[in-house]
C-alpha cells in the first residue's frame, strides 16, 4: 500500500452513470465503477473523515505519516489531477454505503502506469481492494490506453503482496531501496500486469500467477567423478577458497541432468555421461547465497589420467585434481566434505539419498 495526495461531490455522483464491464463513457468524467459488491467512486469532503479516522498503525507503517497527512487535500486533489489529462485516476472504494479505501493509477508514460491503494482499519480481509484493483485495472487498460500496470510494494508487507496477485499482477523481482518513506528507505516489490495477460478466470492465466508467485529454489548440479583409486575429483574454485565437486547452478528450463555434464564440458572441457542420482543435498543460506538444493549425480570412475585432458575455464575454476578422503577434509568447507562422504556412502550401496548441510535427518 502505498499513497500520495488523494474527486466530484458526493451531490454530482448521481450525474455520472455506475459504469460495469466496458462500457464507454466521456473522458472528461471521472470514473463511476462497479461490480455489483464494491464502487469506485469520486472523493468528497465527507469522505476525509471517514479516512482519517479509519488511519491505524498498519496504514501508517506501509503509507507513511507524512502522506497520511495529505488526506485533507484529496477531494480537491484528485479532481484536479483527473481533469489534468486523466493524469491520476484516484477513487474512493465504497462498500455498503460506506467509503472502506482508495485505490489509484498514476500515468507514469504513453502506456504505463502505477497503482496504489489502501484499506480503512476495519475493512480489511474481506477481498474488497482485490475487487477494486480489478475494476480499476480495467478501466486503466480500456479508457486510459494503458498496456502495463505496476506496483511497488514493501517486501515485509506480505498482506499486499499476496492482494496484488490475487489481482492479477504477477511479481516480477525485488527493487532494493525502491521506496522513501518517512525519511527511510525500503526495498520493494514490483508486481505488474500487462493489458494482454491471460485474464485470471482463465486456468493458463492463474498457473502464470502463481507461477510468478511462488517461490523458486535455487538447484545446483554437482557430479561425484572417481579414479580407479577411489578419489574424487574437485576443483579449486575462484569465487572463495574451498574446494568443490564439479557442477554449477541449474538453468531455468534446464533439466538438472543435463546441467551437470553441460558444467564439466564447459568449466573443465571434459565430455563425461551423467549416471543416477546418488543424494540430494539441502543448503540452508550462507555467506551471502540463498538457500539451495544441490543433486550430486555419478559421474563414473576413470583412469586417474582424466586430469590431464582439463582445461579450465579460468573464471570459476582455477584447477582440478583428484583427492583422497584426507585431502578432502582439508580442502573442502565441512558441509561439503560432509556432502562428498554422504554421496560415495550412497556410490557404495549404503548411507542416505537425502541430507541437509551434508548431515542425514532423522
Known sequence: MRHDKLSKPLSALSRYPVRRGRTKRAASRTPVLTDGVVTLRPWTDNDVNAAVAGNDDELTRWVGQTSLNNLHDAPTWSREAFADNRRVVNLVIEHQDLPVGYVEVRRTGATTGDLQWALFAGHRGRGLATRSLALLADYAFTE????????YVDVDNHRSIRLATRSGLRREGVLRKGDARDNKSHDTVVLARLADDPPLRD?????EILNAFLPRKRAISQLL???DQDRVLLCQLTYKRDWDLPGGVVEVGESPHLAA????EEELGITVTTGPLLLTD??????????????VFDGGTYPPTLTDQITVDGKEIKSAMFCTPSQV???????TARRIEAALNAAQGGGTNYTESGRTTA
Open 261 to 264: 555434464s553441460r558444467e564439466a
Open 329 to 335: 577434509q582439508r580442502l573442502c568447507a565441512d558441509f
Open 225 to 227: 567423478i572417481r579414479d
Open 144 to 151: 486510459l490506453h494503458l498496456s502495463r500496470l505496476q506496483a
Open 282 to 295: 539441502w543448503l540452508p543460506p550462507w555467506g551471502g547465497w540463498d538457500d539451495a538444493v544441490c543433486l
Open 203 to 207: 486456468p493458463a492465466g492463474f498457473r
